[in-house]
T-cell receptor, first 113, second 114 residues
Framework: GNSVTQMEGPVTLSEEAFLTINCTYTATGYPSLFWYVQYPGEGLQLLLKATKADDKGSNKGFEATYRKETTSFHLEKGSVQVSDSAVYFCALNSGGSNYKLTFGKGTLLTVNP | SAVISQKPSRDICQRGTSLTIQCQVDSQVTMMFWYRQQPGQSLTLIATANQGSEATYESGFVIDKFPISRPNLTFSTLTVSNMSPEDSSIYLC???????????FGPGTRLLVL
C-alpha cells in the first residue's frame, strides 16, 4: 500500500534560516505528491504539488521537486519567516481517478524572531 | 479553488450524545471526503461521501458510528454518534473539483467530548 514518511519534528529555526523538511514515499503506479500546511487553529491549506517525476512545485518561497529515483519530495525554503510557523504535511494520492490522500505524520515548524 | 465552510467550528459535548457536522461548498464538486485528526496526529480518512448513495467507509470506521449524508453536489454531513472522549478530534471535510485532482480542505470542526 501507499505510505509517506516525514522528518520528525519539532523543527525550530531562527528567522531567515534555510528550511528542509524531508519526505519519502512508497506507492504503486504514478502518484501525485503534495505539501499541505496547517497554521495554528486552522484547517489544511494546499502549499504546493507535483504530478509527475522531475516536476517542481513552488509557492510562497517554498519548493519541492518530485524525485522518482529517490522516491522523495523534500520541502525547502531559503529564508523562513516567523509567519511560516505551522505544521507541514506531505501527502500523496495514487493518481488517476483515485483521489484518496495518504498523509505523513506532519512536522511542526517553529520560527523564532 | 472551492470555498468550503463547516459548522460548527467547535463544540464541547457530553459522552453518549451525538453531533452532526455540516460541510458546505460554494460550487459543485466531484468528490467529498471526511477526515479525522486526533490531537497531535496526522489525518485519517473516515469515508468518501457519495452523492445520493451510501458513503464508502475506510477500514476501522463504520456507518453506525459515523453516518454520512450527501444529498447534493455541494453539501454533506457527518454525524459522530454515541460519543466518547476518544472521539475528541478535529473533523475535516475535503473536496475535489471537476478536472482537478487536488483536494481542498474545510477549516475543520474541533470537537471535545467530556
Amino acid at each position: 500500500g501507499n505510505s509517506v514518511t516525514q522528518m520528525e519534528g519539532p523543527v525550530t529555526l531562527s528567522e531567515e534560516a534555510f528550511l528542509t523538511i524531508n519526505c519519502t514515499y512508497t506507492a504503486t503506479g504514478y502518484p501525485s505528491l503534495f505539501w499541505y500546511v496547517q497554521y495554528p487553529g486552522e484547517g489544511l491549506q494546499l502549499l504546493l504539488k507535483a504530478t509527475k517525476a522531475d516536476d517542481k512545485g513552488s509557492n510562497k518561497g517554498f519548493e519541492a521537486t518530485y524525485r522518482k529515483e529517490t522516491t522523495s519530495f523534500h520541502l525547502e525554503k531559503g529564508s523562513v519567516q516567523v509567519s511560516d510557523s505551522a505544521v507541514y504535511f506531505c501527502a500523496l494520492n495514487s493518481g488517476g481517478s483515485n483521489y484518496k490522500l495518504t498523509f505523513g505524520k506532519g512536522t511542526l515548524l517553529t520560527v523564532n524572531p | 479553488s472551492a470555498v468550503i465552510s463547516q459548522k460548527p467550528s467547535r463544540d464541547i459535548c457530553q459522552r453518549g450524545t451525538s453531533l452532526t457536522i455540516q460541510c458546505q461548498v460554494d460550487s459543485q464538486v466531484t468528490m467529498m471526503f471526511w477526515y479525522r485528526q486526533q490531537p497531535g496526529q496526522s489525518l485519517t480518512l473516515i469515508a468518501t461521501a457519495n452523492q445520493g448513495s451510501e458513503a464508502t467507509y475506510e477500514s476501522g470506521f463504520v456507518i453506525d458510528k459515523f453516518p454520512i449524508s450527501r444529498p447534493n453536489l455541494t453539501f454533506s454531513t457527518l454525524t459522530v454518534s454515541n460519543m466518547s472522549p476518544e472521539d475528541s478530534s478535529i473533523y475535516l471535510c475535503s473536496v475535489v473539483t471537476a478536472y482537478q485532482e487536488t483536494q481542498y480542505f474545510g477549516p475543520g470542526t474541533r470537537l471535545l467530548v467530556l
